[in-house]
């Protein structure tokens, strides 16, 4: 039963971070497309702006407001990702923590039903011993009732 619950623990464990591993990849790989996608068009626009032979003012003011706002949304992104690690992370030592706590218990649990073998095994063995003098004064009873005590000078009784 104790192993049962150490494999599920694993188990657990197991798919906890398997799941955490898999949440973060997906979330890096919608950021980098993201990312490559709006490089591409910042590229295009880029390209756009070289080719173009008038050098406004405005226009390089305005691009530069635009990749302030995503950078702030990148960061943004950054934080939240973050966030979701931390709690994956502190899910993640909850759950290790509980395993060794239920692994430290199980070897108390061990250590106490070894004692009380080793214990049952002791009183077994004086059981026995008990027994079987018990069943030698037994027989020495009857034999003396049998044959009588010749020290005693008393005749055999019939003691049954």
Not at 8 to 30: A, F
Not at 105 to 125: G, I, P, Y
Request: aromatic share 6%; glycine share 2%; proline share 1%.
């Amino acid at each position: 039963k104790l192993k049962a619950a150490h494999a599920k623990i694993l188990d657990n464990v197991e798919i906890v971070q398997e799941r955490t591993s898999r949440i973060l990849q997906d979330q890096e790989r919608d950021l980098l497309r993201a990312f490559r996608a709006r490089l591409f068009d910042v590229q295009t626009e880029l390209e756009k702006e070289k080719s173009k032979k008038d050098d406004g003012a405005g226009a390089w003011i305005e691009r530069s407001r635009q990749l302030e706002d995503e950078v702030e949304w990148a960061k943004e992104v950054a934080d939240r990702l973050e966030r979701v690690n931390q709690s994956l992370t502190q899910e993640n030592s909850r759950l290790k923590t509980q395993f060794q706590s239920q692994e430290d218990d199980r070897s108390f649990l061990m250590q106490q039903l070894v004692a009380a073998n080793q214990e049952n095994d002791k009183a077994r063995t004086e059981y026995e011993n008990m027994e079987a003098e018990h069943k030698r004064l037994v027989d020495q009873q009857a034999y003396i009732a049998k044959v009588g005590d010749k020290s005693s000078g008393f005749p055999p009784t019939n003691a049954s």
